[in-house]
């Protein structure tokens, strides 16, 4: 793997933003497949060469359908998962070198907002409990200073009169109220970065413009750094300053996000935008034309682009030959397509 590996290396420039608090240089997150319990088959490569800088207070989304990797993203950047290479760089420290303790500690500096609240909650125990228990494991000793710290994110996501929801068990409460009390429980200790996978798409289209407001205000008074992962380029533009869209474990495009949704420039982004749902009743029966076939297995993806056997500008002898480097077509507009070299 160490030789593939190598062979992968892209001469990525170094990514040095000194007001970043999260970076990412040329991560990969392989998993290793095994042959019925024995021998070496393969790896799925998840993540694949992501690179990206997000600065302190900046709110970005990471865009694309279901298996290219959001989510092998996100736990790696949770501590959950070891990058195979690469690296993840918080707030000036190294990820790969902490363990026990430090790692620990970096998890009370990182909020997680999970996609379904009702399977995010313990479901024999009141939300006091739920809430009481982050705190006790990070050492806060004092009773009343934990039933403190619980009033203060109670509040502050909107879930008053405080007592009167400090003894109910979730399912007591609606979807909206449980997706509350999950951003409180992200809230408790102070995050610097909070990491939203999907945390709205389980939700009436009623409540997820709430709990977008929320997020935002909370993002907003707080000074929080947000990655937003989500399928749906619907609910971004009203969330995230930047987008990246991933597919088959790698970045394509990044841009901000009016840019982007004004202007996409990678055939994939045209795919996700052709089909985000349309508001308008009057085209509800139009179908929009999608390209062809599946993402592709990351176990052996194509040479190439990854996206050149489904991509409607295909170029013969390029697109499956060599990947694509970043291009910047336009300033602060990356995209990594052989279109605009």
Partial sequence: ????????????????????????????????????????????????????????????????????????????????????????????????????????????????????????????MNVQKILEEPLIISGMKSREERLARIHKVMSEVKLHPVEDFLKKF???????????IVIARAMLREPKLIVADEPVSMLDASVRVEILKLLRALQESHGLSVIYITHDLSTV???????????????????DTRQLLGNPLHPYTHALLAATSDPEARNAETFKEVPPGEPPSLVNPPTGCRFHPRCPRFMAGLCDVKFPPDLEPEPGHFVACWLYQ
């Avoid at 279901?66 to 990820?95: A, H, Q, R, Y």
């Avoid at 533009?237 to 841009?255: D, N, P, T």
Wanted: one cysteine or more; proline letters at 5%.
């Fill in 1 to 124: 793997m160490i030789t593939e590996l190598r062979d992968l290396k892209m001469n990525t420039p170094k990514i040095n933003e000194p007001q970043a608090l999260l970076t990412i240089q040329d991560l990969r997150v392989w998993y290793e497949l095994r042959r019925f319990g024995f021998g070496h088959a393969g790896y799925v490569k998840a993540v694949d060469g992501v690179s990206f800088a997000l600065a302190e207070g900046e709110t970005v989304a990471v865009v694309g359908e279901s298996g290219c990797g959001k989510s092998s993203l996100m736990k790696t950047i949770l501590g959950l998962n070891i990058p195979t290479s690469g690296e993840v760089v918080f707030d000036g420290e190294n990820l790969s070198g902490l363990k026990g303790d430090g790692l620990q500690h970096y998890r009370f500096k990182v909020g997680y907002v999970q996609q379904d609240p009702y399977g995010a909650l313990p479901p024999f």
């Fill in 170 to 180: 979730p399912h007591m409460l609606s979807g909206g109220q449980q997706q509350r």
């Fill in 237 to 255: 533009k009203y969330f995230s300053r930047r987008i990246f869209v991933m597919y088959a474990g790698s970045l394509i495009e990044k841009a």
